[in-house]
């Protein structure tokens, strides 16, 4: 079994597609899995692209200033940002022999410099070129491309807090909404009424509960 919280969720679904034989059930819990909709695209949910507006609110910029642009950095209280630069860093780093710099932002963290490619360009708009190297890794797209069968056999587990704040819920019920009788157990929960908020991290630890048991029920079959 394999499970995984945020993009550990995701891995843990990516995995079970990519290695059906090494496991026999997988959980994600708060996963990003779908980029974009419906894959290729949903008009009622476009996915990270919904995002956008806020990563560059998180850095105080404004699309169209170059500038401000080129100065988007992952920091303390950028939860958006540091999502965008941490998939980034997975899916589109910066090659240091491109020459090409167009969508390239710099990053700093404790024993590590570097590059990556941002999905998207000084006005805010999609730039394909990077998002179809992230699309390539999309969990539903990877689902529809052929690999979704495994869960016929694979046991599946999905969650997500109704007021996560990555908006993550989304991509779980649209995810759900296409896999359907393929997830073994789905649950959109929320906290308790003016005290915790089923955010992104409150309830993780209870939540492995919740996980543990599922893979259990499934080794025990």
Not at 53 to 64: D, L, Q, T
Not at 122 to 131: E, F, K, R, S
């Amino acid at each position: 079994g394999i499970a995984g919280h945020s993009m550990g969720g995701y891995g843990a679904v990516k995995l079970a597609m990519l290695r059906s034989d090494v496991f026999g059930s997988a959980a994600s819990m708060s996963g990003p899995l779908t980029f974009w909709g419906t894959y290729p695209q949903d008009t009622l949910f476009a996915g990270l692209i919904e995002l956008l507006p806020y990563v560059f609110a998180e850095n105080g910029a404004a699309p169209g200033d170059t500038a401000a642009f080129y100065s988007i950095r992952p920091g303390t209280g950028k939860s958006l940002t540091n999502m965008m630069f941490a998939m980034a860093s997975a899916f589109s780093p910066h090659d240091p022999a491109d020459t090409d710099t167009s969508y390239a932002h710099y990053f700093a963290v404790t024993g590590y410099t570097g590059y990556v490619d941002l999905p998207f360009d000084v006005n805010g708009d999609l730039a394909m070129p990077v998002w179809n190297l992230w699309m390539a890794n999309d969990v539903l797209a990877l689902f529809a491309g052929g690999y979704g069968g495994v869960f016929d056999s694979t046991a599946l587990y999905i969650d997500c807090g109704d007021e996560d704040d990555l908006g993550l819920y989304a991509h779980a019920q649209i995810f759900y909404s296409v896999a359907g009788s393929m997830v073994d157990q789905f649950e959109i929960y929320s906290g308790f009424e003016g005290r915790y908020s089923a955010d992104h991290t409150t309830y993780v630890g209870e939540r492995l509960r919740y996980v543990a048991k599922f893979h259990d029920g499934v080794f025990s079959q």
